[in-house]
Protein backbone atom coordinates (compact mmCIF):
# COMPACT_ATOMS: atom_id res chain seq x y z
CA UNK A 1 0.00 0.00 0.00
CA UNK A 2 2.09 2.64 -0.99
CA UNK A 3 0.80 5.88 -0.03
CA UNK A 4 2.28 9.34 -1.41
CA UNK A 5 3.15 11.63 1.89
CA UNK A 6 3.33 15.23 0.40
CA UNK A 7 6.42 16.91 1.15
CA UNK A 8 5.60 19.54 3.66
CA UNK A 9 3.73 17.13 6.14
CA UNK A 10 5.22 16.13 8.68
CA UNK A 11 4.86 12.21 10.71
CA UNK A 12 2.86 13.13 13.89
CA UNK A 13 1.41 9.69 14.65
CA UNK A 14 3.54 6.39 14.20
CA UNK A 15 3.29 2.36 14.79
CA UNK A 16 5.72 2.43 18.30
CA UNK A 17 8.51 0.43 18.22
CA UNK A 18 7.57 -1.48 21.48
CA UNK A 19 4.43 -3.10 20.10
CA UNK A 20 4.97 -6.24 18.10
CA UNK A 21 2.66 -5.87 14.69
CA UNK A 22 0.70 -9.05 15.95
CA UNK A 23 -2.64 -7.86 16.50
CA UNK A 24 -4.32 -8.40 19.76
CA UNK A 25 -7.28 -10.49 20.35
CA UNK A 26 -8.95 -8.19 22.57
CA UNK A 27 -12.59 -7.54 22.22
CA UNK A 28 -13.13 -4.69 19.49
CA UNK A 29 -12.69 -1.42 21.62
CA UNK A 30 -11.38 -2.94 24.92
CA UNK A 31 -8.94 -0.08 26.75
CA UNK A 32 -6.55 -2.49 27.34
CA UNK A 33 -4.97 -1.67 23.32
CA UNK A 34 -5.04 1.96 24.77
CA UNK A 35 -2.95 0.85 27.38
CA UNK A 36 -0.51 -1.41 25.85
CA UNK A 37 -0.27 1.11 23.40
CA UNK A 38 0.94 4.03 26.30
CA UNK A 39 3.22 1.87 27.76
CA UNK A 40 4.56 1.51 24.17
CA UNK A 41 5.28 4.55 23.66
CA UNK A 42 6.35 5.43 27.01
CA UNK A 43 9.08 2.94 26.56
CA UNK A 44 10.24 4.51 22.88
CA UNK A 45 10.44 8.07 23.92
CA UNK A 46 12.65 6.86 27.00
CA UNK A 47 15.02 4.84 24.60
CA UNK A 48 14.65 1.68 27.30
CA UNK A 49 12.79 -0.98 25.28
CA UNK A 50 16.38 -3.60 24.21
CA UNK A 51 16.35 -3.42 28.38
CA UNK A 52 13.04 -3.71 29.54
CA UNK A 53 11.22 -6.69 30.85
CA UNK A 54 7.61 -6.90 31.63
CA UNK A 55 5.58 -9.41 33.40
CA UNK A 56 1.98 -10.38 32.41
CA UNK A 57 -0.49 -11.25 34.54
CA UNK A 58 -3.76 -14.13 34.38
CA UNK A 59 -6.54 -12.06 33.08
CA UNK A 60 -7.38 -10.59 29.24
CA UNK A 61 -3.85 -9.33 29.32
CA UNK A 62 -2.50 -12.65 29.68
CA UNK A 63 -0.67 -12.69 26.03
CA UNK A 64 1.08 -9.52 26.40
CA UNK A 65 4.18 -10.84 25.91
CA UNK A 66 2.97 -11.28 22.20
CA UNK A 67 2.26 -8.05 22.01
CA UNK A 68 4.97 -6.05 23.54
CA UNK A 69 8.57 -6.13 21.42
CA UNK A 70 10.49 -6.77 24.16
CA UNK A 71 11.28 -10.02 27.11
CA UNK A 72 8.30 -10.64 28.77
CA UNK A 73 7.50 -13.22 31.62
CA UNK A 74 4.23 -14.78 32.54
CA UNK A 75 3.58 -14.84 36.46
CA UNK A 76 0.65 -17.43 38.12
CA UNK A 77 -2.58 -15.42 38.50
CA UNK A 78 -1.27 -12.33 40.57
CA UNK A 79 1.99 -13.12 41.29
CA UNK A 80 3.23 -10.72 38.92
CA UNK A 81 4.92 -8.24 41.53
CA UNK A 82 6.87 -11.37 43.21
CA UNK A 83 7.94 -12.10 39.66
CA UNK A 84 9.54 -8.47 39.11
CA UNK A 85 11.21 -8.70 42.92
CA UNK A 86 13.15 -11.64 41.60
CA UNK A 87 14.14 -10.07 38.21
CA UNK A 88 14.50 -6.32 39.05
CA UNK A 89 16.74 -7.98 41.73
CA UNK A 90 18.74 -10.10 40.12
CA UNK A 91 19.17 -7.47 37.26
CA UNK A 92 18.88 -3.74 38.91
CA UNK A 93 20.38 -2.49 35.08
CA UNK A 94 16.84 -3.70 33.54
CA UNK A 95 13.74 -1.98 33.53
CA UNK A 96 11.01 -3.98 34.91
CA UNK A 97 7.17 -3.51 34.52
CA UNK A 98 4.16 -6.20 35.52
CA UNK A 99 1.09 -5.29 34.17
CA UNK A 100 -2.05 -6.59 36.45
CA UNK A 101 -6.05 -6.37 35.84
CA UNK A 102 -7.76 -5.55 39.55
CA UNK A 103 -9.01 -9.38 39.71
CA UNK A 104 -5.48 -10.23 39.45
CA UNK A 105 -4.00 -7.32 41.57
CA UNK A 106 -6.79 -6.64 43.68
CA UNK A 107 -8.02 -10.50 44.61
CA UNK A 108 -5.43 -13.27 44.53
CA UNK A 109 -2.71 -11.00 43.96
CA UNK A 110 -3.37 -8.28 47.18
CA UNK A 111 -0.76 -9.50 49.21
CA UNK A 112 2.41 -10.40 46.22
CA UNK A 113 1.23 -6.03 45.85
CA UNK A 114 1.15 -4.75 48.97
CA UNK A 115 4.90 -5.88 50.21
CA UNK A 116 6.23 -5.71 46.90
CA UNK A 117 5.33 -1.88 47.58
CA UNK A 118 5.91 -2.06 50.90
CA UNK A 119 9.50 -3.34 50.21
CA UNK A 120 9.79 -0.44 48.05
CA UNK A 121 10.86 -2.50 45.17
CA UNK A 122 12.22 -0.67 42.40
CA UNK A 123 9.96 -2.15 39.47
CA UNK A 124 6.72 -0.17 38.05
CA UNK A 125 3.34 -1.40 37.97
CA UNK A 126 0.32 -0.72 35.53
CA UNK A 127 -2.92 -1.68 37.21
CA UNK A 128 -6.08 -1.84 34.38
CA UNK A 129 -8.96 -1.32 36.68
CA UNK A 130 -11.55 -2.64 34.63
CA UNK A 131 -14.06 -3.35 37.89
CA UNK A 132 -14.46 -6.49 36.67
CA UNK A 133 -13.16 -10.10 35.97
CA UNK A 134 -13.18 -9.92 31.76
CA UNK A 135 -11.49 -13.11 31.12
CA UNK A 136 -13.67 -15.27 32.85
CA UNK A 137 -17.00 -13.88 31.63
CA UNK A 138 -17.64 -10.72 33.89
CA UNK A 139 -17.74 -11.95 37.87
CA UNK A 140 -17.58 -9.93 40.12
CA UNK A 141 -13.99 -8.06 41.03
CA UNK A 142 -12.93 -6.62 44.59
CA UNK A 143 -13.15 -3.23 42.59
CA UNK A 144 -16.71 -3.74 41.14
CA UNK A 145 -18.85 -1.38 42.30
CA UNK A 146 -21.73 -1.13 44.77
CA UNK A 147 -25.03 -2.05 43.21
CA UNK A 148 -22.64 -2.98 39.84
CA UNK A 149 -24.24 -6.27 38.25
CA UNK A 150 -22.05 -8.98 37.28
CA UNK A 151 -22.60 -12.71 36.82
CA UNK A 152 -22.02 -13.42 40.16
CA UNK A 153 -23.82 -10.53 41.63
CA UNK A 154 -26.90 -10.63 39.66
CA UNK A 155 -28.69 -8.22 41.86
CA UNK A 156 -25.90 -6.13 42.12
CA UNK A 157 -23.21 -5.74 44.30
CA UNK A 158 -24.83 -5.64 48.10
CA UNK A 159 -21.99 -4.04 49.75
CA UNK A 160 -22.77 -5.80 53.40
CA UNK A 161 -21.92 -9.15 52.47
CA UNK A 162 -19.54 -7.78 49.45
CA UNK A 163 -18.12 -5.26 51.22
CA UNK A 164 -16.72 -2.23 49.45
CA UNK A 165 -14.58 -1.71 46.24
CA UNK A 166 -11.38 -1.36 47.37
CA UNK A 167 -9.12 1.76 46.12
CA UNK A 168 -5.53 0.45 45.86
CA UNK A 169 -4.32 3.67 45.06
CA UNK A 170 -5.04 4.87 48.24
CA UNK A 171 -3.88 2.18 49.96
CA UNK A 172 -0.72 1.35 49.07
CA UNK A 173 -0.26 5.24 49.22
CA UNK A 174 0.25 4.60 53.02
CA UNK A 175 3.01 2.41 52.33
CA UNK A 176 6.62 3.84 53.07
CA UNK A 177 8.27 2.02 50.15
CA UNK A 178 5.73 3.51 48.18
CA UNK A 179 7.24 6.56 45.54
CA UNK A 180 5.14 7.48 43.33
CA UNK A 181 1.07 6.08 42.71
CA UNK A 182 -1.38 7.79 40.72
CA UNK A 183 -4.98 7.26 39.29
CA UNK A 184 -5.43 8.04 36.10
CA UNK A 185 -7.94 6.58 33.40
CA UNK A 186 -8.23 6.27 29.47
CA UNK A 187 -11.83 7.24 28.87
CA UNK A 188 -11.67 10.33 26.61
CA UNK A 189 -8.53 11.82 24.43
CA UNK A 190 -7.43 14.53 27.30
CA UNK A 191 -7.26 11.67 29.98
CA UNK A 192 -5.67 9.47 27.70
CA UNK A 193 -2.72 12.19 27.39
CA UNK A 194 -2.44 12.46 31.32
CA UNK A 195 -2.04 8.84 31.53
CA UNK A 196 0.81 8.61 29.46
CA UNK A 197 2.72 11.46 31.36
CA UNK A 198 1.87 9.48 34.78
CA UNK A 199 3.36 6.15 33.25
CA UNK A 200 6.29 8.11 31.65
CA UNK A 201 6.67 9.75 35.35
CA UNK A 202 6.23 6.21 37.30
CA UNK A 203 9.44 4.59 34.63
CA UNK A 204 11.22 7.78 35.07
CA UNK A 205 10.56 7.13 38.98
CA UNK A 206 12.41 3.22 38.79
CA UNK A 207 14.81 4.57 36.40
CA UNK A 208 16.17 7.27 39.30
CA UNK A 209 15.64 4.56 42.10
CA UNK A 210 13.00 5.97 44.42
CA UNK A 211 11.34 3.08 45.15
CA UNK A 212 8.15 1.55 43.80
CA UNK A 213 5.40 3.17 41.33
CA UNK A 214 2.21 2.19 40.70
CA UNK A 215 -0.32 3.47 37.94
CA UNK A 216 -3.89 2.71 38.00
CA UNK A 217 -5.43 3.21 35.42
CA UNK A 218 -9.70 2.93 35.11
CA UNK A 219 -10.54 0.89 32.08
CA UNK A 220 -13.48 -0.75 30.54
CA UNK A 221 -14.74 -3.71 29.57
CA UNK A 222 -17.71 -3.60 27.45
CA UNK A 223 -18.03 -6.68 26.56
CA UNK A 224 -19.11 -7.68 30.12
CA UNK A 225 -20.29 -4.53 30.70
CA UNK A 226 -23.04 -5.10 27.85
CA UNK A 227 -22.44 -2.12 26.40
CA UNK A 228 -20.91 -0.59 23.29
CA UNK A 229 -16.88 0.36 23.56
CA UNK A 230 -18.33 3.84 23.16
CA UNK A 231 -21.15 3.99 26.03
CA UNK A 232 -19.24 1.97 28.28
CA UNK A 233 -16.52 5.33 28.52
CA UNK A 234 -19.43 6.85 29.12
CA UNK A 235 -20.20 4.70 31.87
CA UNK A 236 -17.07 4.38 32.98
CA UNK A 237 -16.92 8.31 33.22
CA UNK A 238 -20.17 8.51 35.04
CA UNK A 239 -19.95 5.80 37.50
CA UNK A 240 -16.42 4.40 37.95
CA UNK A 241 -14.33 7.92 38.72
CA UNK A 242 -16.96 8.77 41.64
CA UNK A 243 -15.92 6.06 43.49
CA UNK A 244 -12.77 5.77 42.02
CA UNK A 245 -11.21 9.54 41.85
CA UNK A 246 -8.65 10.61 39.56
CA UNK A 247 -5.19 12.08 40.78
CA UNK A 248 -1.88 11.41 42.77
CA UNK A 249 -1.93 9.46 45.56
CA UNK A 250 1.49 9.63 46.53
CA UNK A 251 4.42 11.38 45.34
CA UNK A 252 7.63 11.53 47.21
CA UNK A 253 9.44 15.00 46.88
CA UNK A 254 12.45 12.83 44.93
CA UNK A 255 10.01 12.17 42.52
CA UNK A 256 8.01 15.73 42.41
CA UNK A 257 12.09 17.21 41.91
CA UNK A 258 12.48 14.68 38.90
CA UNK A 259 8.75 15.85 37.50
CA UNK A 260 9.53 19.41 38.08
CA UNK A 261 13.00 18.82 36.14
CA UNK A 262 11.48 17.49 33.12
CA UNK B 1 -5.47 21.83 0.79
CA UNK B 2 -5.65 19.34 4.04
CA UNK B 3 -4.01 20.20 7.32
CA UNK B 4 -3.55 16.79 7.88
CA UNK B 5 -3.47 13.26 6.35
CA UNK B 6 -3.85 9.81 8.20
CA UNK B 7 -3.18 6.32 6.45
CA UNK B 8 -5.41 3.40 7.58
CA UNK B 9 -3.93 -0.01 8.66
CA UNK B 10 -7.27 -1.76 7.80
CA UNK B 11 -6.55 -5.29 8.62
CA UNK B 12 -6.19 -4.03 12.21
CA UNK B 13 -9.43 -2.49 12.76
CA UNK B 14 -11.77 -4.12 14.59
CA UNK B 15 -14.73 -1.38 13.90
CA UNK B 16 -15.28 -0.22 17.30
CA UNK B 17 -15.98 3.29 16.62
CA UNK B 18 -13.84 5.16 19.20
CA UNK B 19 -11.98 7.39 16.97
CA UNK B 20 -15.25 8.26 14.80
CA UNK B 21 -16.67 8.97 18.46
CA UNK B 22 -13.93 11.89 18.95
CA UNK B 23 -12.75 13.15 15.92
CA UNK B 24 -13.56 16.93 16.00
CA UNK B 25 -14.85 16.88 12.14
CA UNK B 26 -16.75 13.83 11.84
CA UNK B 27 -14.95 12.57 9.05
CA UNK B 28 -14.78 8.75 10.59
CA UNK B 29 -17.37 6.42 9.11
CA UNK B 30 -16.90 2.06 9.26
CA UNK B 31 -17.26 0.67 5.78
CA UNK B 32 -20.72 -0.56 4.59
CA UNK B 33 -20.91 -3.58 3.09
CA UNK B 34 -17.19 -4.26 3.16
CA UNK B 35 -15.04 -6.41 5.95
CA UNK B 36 -11.44 -6.73 6.26
CA UNK B 37 -9.08 -9.85 7.18
CA UNK B 38 -10.45 -9.95 10.85
CA UNK B 39 -14.10 -9.71 10.02
CA UNK B 40 -14.84 -6.37 10.92
CA UNK B 41 -15.99 -3.22 9.05
CA UNK B 42 -12.67 -1.30 8.76
CA UNK B 43 -12.89 2.50 9.50
CA UNK B 44 -12.94 4.53 6.43
CA UNK B 45 -12.38 8.65 5.78
CA UNK B 46 -15.09 10.73 4.36
CA UNK B 47 -13.70 13.51 3.80
CA UNK B 48 -10.09 13.48 3.31
CA UNK B 49 -9.60 17.43 2.72
CA UNK B 50 -10.94 17.99 6.26
CA UNK B 51 -8.56 16.21 8.20
CA UNK B 52 -6.68 18.88 10.62
CA UNK B 53 -3.93 16.00 11.51
CA UNK B 54 -4.85 16.86 15.27
CA UNK B 55 -4.14 12.45 16.05
CA UNK B 56 -7.00 12.43 18.00
CA UNK B 57 -8.37 8.85 16.02
CA UNK B 58 -4.74 7.91 17.07
CA UNK B 59 -4.79 8.54 20.62
CA UNK B 60 -7.86 6.51 21.37
CA UNK B 61 -7.19 3.70 18.71
CA UNK B 62 -6.99 0.57 21.60
CA UNK B 63 -5.41 -0.82 17.76
CA UNK B 64 -2.91 1.57 16.61
CA UNK B 65 -4.60 1.34 13.16
CA UNK B 66 -4.00 5.26 12.43
CA UNK B 67 -0.50 6.75 11.19
CA UNK B 68 -1.00 10.53 11.19
CA UNK B 69 0.87 13.39 9.49
CA UNK B 70 0.84 17.04 9.53
CA UNK B 71 1.38 19.63 7.31
CA UNK B 72 4.70 21.31 8.70
CA UNK B 73 3.45 25.11 10.47
CA UNK B 74 6.02 27.54 8.13
CA UNK B 75 6.41 26.28 4.50
CA UNK B 76 1.91 25.90 4.60
CA UNK B 77 1.67 26.80 0.97
CA UNK B 78 -2.13 27.71 0.37
CA UNK B 79 -3.17 26.40 -2.70
C1 LIG C 1 -5.07 -19.60 40.43
C2 LIG C 1 -6.14 -19.18 39.49
N1 LIG C 1 -7.36 -18.86 39.99
C3 LIG C 1 -8.35 -18.44 39.17
C4 LIG C 1 -8.14 -18.35 37.83
C5 LIG C 1 -9.27 -17.90 36.91
N2 LIG C 1 -9.12 -16.56 36.41
C6 LIG C 1 -8.54 -16.30 35.23
S1 LIG C 1 -8.55 -14.68 34.82
C7 LIG C 1 -9.34 -14.27 36.28
C8 LIG C 1 -9.70 -12.85 36.61
C9 LIG C 1 -9.14 -11.82 35.70
O1 LIG C 1 -9.65 -10.57 35.96
P1 LIG C 1 -8.78 -9.24 35.87
O2 LIG C 1 -7.49 -9.39 36.57
O3 LIG C 1 -9.66 -8.13 36.35
O4 LIG C 1 -8.43 -9.08 34.34
P2 LIG C 1 -9.33 -8.77 33.06
O5 LIG C 1 -9.61 -10.10 32.45
O6 LIG C 1 -10.56 -8.06 33.51
O7 LIG C 1 -8.46 -7.91 32.20
C10 LIG C 1 -9.59 -15.41 37.04
C11 LIG C 1 -10.28 -15.40 38.34
C12 LIG C 1 -6.85 -18.69 37.33
N3 LIG C 1 -6.56 -18.60 36.03
N4 LIG C 1 -5.88 -19.09 38.18
S1 LIG D 1 -13.60 -9.38 27.97
FE1 LIG D 1 -13.46 -7.21 28.58
S2 LIG D 1 -11.34 -6.90 29.34
FE2 LIG D 1 -11.40 -8.83 28.14
S3 LIG D 1 -10.76 -8.26 26.04
FE3 LIG D 1 -13.04 -8.21 26.12
S4 LIG D 1 -13.56 -6.06 26.65
FE4 LIG D 1 -11.36 -6.38 27.13
S1 LIG E 1 -6.35 13.23 12.57
FE1 LIG E 1 -8.03 14.31 13.65
S2 LIG E 1 -9.24 15.23 11.99
FE2 LIG E 1 -7.93 13.65 11.01
S3 LIG E 1 -9.23 11.78 11.00
FE3 LIG E 1 -8.00 11.72 12.91
S4 LIG E 1 -9.35 12.67 14.48
FE4 LIG E 1 -10.22 13.23 12.44
Known amino acids: MAVEIPEDMELVYSYPESLTKVRTHYCPGCTHGVVHRLIAEVLDELGVRERTIGIAPVGCSVLAYYYFNMDFAEAAHGRAPAMATGIKRVSPDKVVFTYQGDGDLAAIGTAEIIHAANRGELFTTIFVNNAIYGMTGGQMAPTTLPGQVTTSSPTGRNVQTAGWPIRMAELLAELPGVAYVTRQSVLDVPAIRKAKKAIKLAFQTQLAGLGFSMVEILSTCNTNWHMTPVEALEWAKEHMVDYFPLGDTKMTDAVRALKEGK | ?79
Open chain 2, 1 to 79: MARGMVIIDEDRCKGCGLCISVCPVHILKLAEGRFNAQGYPPVEVTDPEACTGCAMCATICPDVVFTVYRRKRRSAARA
